[in-house]
C-alpha cells in the first residue's frame, strides 16, 4: 500500500490546471474543504469547472473561489442560499455559467460517474424548463429524461479521520457527497481533521476505501465557513 499523505494544501491542490473539472464535497458549510479551496485560490487555475451542491457562502471557500474569477462554471442545485452574494451577482452579470441539477439527480450522476454507467433515465424534472432538449423516453406509460454521469479530473474533499492509506471516516452530515465524489473522480484530495497509522481505524466503520484516495493532507483545525462569513472574513485579505 502506498502512503499518501502530503505536506499542506498547497502540495495537495499543486497540479490542479487551468480548464479543469473539480467536484468539491460539501452540504452548505458540512464538509466543505475550506483550506483545500484557499489553496486552490493560492494555485490560481482559472478556468474551472466546479461541481458541488450549492456555490459557498461569504467571501471564503467556494464562494472565495467564484469571486476569484477561476470558475467558468458551475454545476449545482442550490446556486442562490442564504449567504450567498457573489455567485448570483456574477451570473446576473454574464460572468459565470450555470448547470443547474434537482439535488437527488445531481448524486445520482456523480455515483454513476464513479460506478462506470454512462447514462441514466429519472422521471425528475420532465415537463420543466430543465428537461429542455434532454432525449426523452416512455417507460411503463410515464415518460423520463435521460441523464448523463459526471466525472471529474479532481475531487476536494473533508473528512474526519484518515489513515496513512486513505481509508476516510465522516463525521454524521459533513459526509454527504463526498464517497461518491471519491470515486468519481480522477484525482481525489482529502483535507483531514484526524491522521492516523494505517491499521488504527476499524475496517468496519470506514466509509471511503483508501483505493478511492490519492492525497491525504491532515489539518487539525479548520476553518469552520459559519464562522469565517460572521466575521465577515474574504479569502484572500
Do not use: W
Request: glycine share 8%.
Amino acid at each position: 500500500m502506498i502512503d499518501k499523505q502530503v505536506e499542506s494544501p498547497s502540495t495537495a491542490v499543486a497540479d490542479i490546471s487551468d480548464g479543469s473539472t473539480v467536484m468539491v464535497g460539501g452540504f452548505g458549510e458540512a464538509g466543505s474543504p475550506i483550506e483545500l479551496l484557499h489553496a486552490l485560490i493560492d494555485k490560481g487555475a482559472m478556468n474551472l469547472t466546479v461541481i458541488n451542491n450549492n456555490t459557498g457562502s461569504g467571501h471564503v471557500g467556494l464562494a472565495a473561489l467564484i469571486e476569484n474569477k477561476q470558475v467558468s462554471k458551475m454545476i449545482c442545485s442550490f446556486p442562490r442560499t442564504a449567504n450567498s452574494t457573489v455567485f448570483p451577482d456574477l451570473y446576473r452579470a454574464g460572468l459565470i455559467e450555470l448547470e443547474l441539477v434537482p439535488q437527488g439527480t445531481l448524486a445520482e450522476r456523480i455515483r454513476a460517474g464513479g460506478s462506470g454507467i454512462p447514462a441514466f433515465y429519472t422521471a425528475t424534472t420532465v415537463g420543466t424548463p430543465l428537461a429542455e432538449g434532454k432525449e426523452i423516453r416512455t417507460f411503463d406509460g410515464r415518460d423520463y429524461v435521460m441523464e448523463y454521469s459526471l466525472k471529474a479530473d479532481f475531487a476536494l474533499l473533508k473528512s474526519y479521520q484518515a489513515d496513512s492509506y486513505g481509508n476516510l471516516t465522516f463525521n454524521k452530515t459533513a459526509r454527504n457527497f463526498a464517497p461518491i465524489m471519491a470515486m468519481a473522480a480522477t484525482t481525489t484530495i482529502v483535507q483531514t481533521q484526524r491522521l492516523v497509522k494505517a491499521g488504527d481505524i476499524n475496517p468496519e466503520v470506514v466509509i471511503t476505501p483508501g483505493i478511492f484516495v490519492d492525497r491525504i493532507v491532515e489539518v487539525k483545525n479548520p476553518a469552520q465557513e459559519s464562522k469565517l462569513v460572521a466575521a465577515a472574513v474574504s479569502y484572500p485579505s
